[in-house]
């Protein structure tokens, strides 16, 4: 069965530091997607990223990017210079290659980043 | 573009009412549509989805349950409720499977 842990469950931090987001997952299936997305305030899910697993290579959006290891199961996100907005729940979800429940999404439990000024 | 929208955005509801809740998307054609259930401090779970018209898979037994009466539109009902299913209740589509899913706003329930 998919698995997503995210042990870090509250992370505080003062505005410009950088802040990197743990995500590590289990599956037995050779092809997967991880994805992040980000829940502010209002409660909305916000679609981050999206990355199949035969793409390690790392990738960087802004102020944002995302360190891909198959080694070592983990997809880490980076915040570099934290603003307040960034303030919010980040989730990191699995889910594998097919149809019906195995591909649906499997989401870790969240990390609330609160992003002080 | 697509969007999705999902009512009412907050709600309460006494133990024993029946529920409610829609979720309409537009811009899009036969998407896979979900309910999710969020609980205080937890992450997300899947309730429900459904591939088309009138076809529902339950995920978890509990005292939901959800319809698909038109293409774009997806209901979660109860006759009901119970303390236990108060949450935050989100609605969600994907074009197909293993791509990225857009969620609504959601509905936070609480059941007094």
């Known amino acids: 069965a998919q698995k997503v842990t995210q042990a870090q469950t509250e992370i505080s931090v003062v505005e410009k530091e950088d802040v990197t987001l743990d995500c590590v997952y289990e599956?037995?299936?050779?092809?997967?997607?991880l994805f992040w997305y980000k829940q502010p305030p209002s409660g909305e899910l916000v679609f981050l990223i999206r990355?199949?697993?035969?793409?390690?290579q790392n990738e960087i959006s802004g102020r944002y990017s995302w360190n891909f290891q198959k080694s070592t199961s983990s997809f880490n996100f980076t915040i570099t210079a934290s603003q307040v907005v960034d303030s919010a729940v980040y989730f990191c979800?699995?889910?594998?290659?097919?149809?019906?429940?195995?591909?649906?999404?499997?989401f870790g439990k969240g990390i609330t980043l609160s992003v002080r000024p | 573009s697509q969007t999705i929208h999902q009512w009412p955005a907050t709600l309460v509801q006494p133990v024993g009412s029946p529920l409610s809740l829609e979720c309409t998307v537009e811009g899009t054609s036969n998407p896979n549509l979900y309910w999710y259930r969020q609980a205080a401090g937890r992450g997300l779970q899947l309730l429900f989805y459904s591939v088309g018209i009138g076809q529902i898979s339950s995920e978890v037994p509990q005292n939901l349950s959800a319809s698909r009466p038109q293409d774009r539109q997806f209901i979660l009902s109860s006759k009901k409720l119970l303390l236990s299913d108060s949450g935050f209740y989100l609605c969600a589509w994907t074009q197909g499977w293993n791509t990225e899913a857009f969620f609504g706003q959601g509905t936070r329930l609480t059941v007094v």
């Open positions: 979800a699995l889910s594998e290659v097919g149809t019906g429940a195995n591909s649906k999404l499997t």
């Open positions: 990355r199949n697993s035969f793409d390690e």
């Open positions: 599956t037995r299936d050779t092809t997967y997607y």
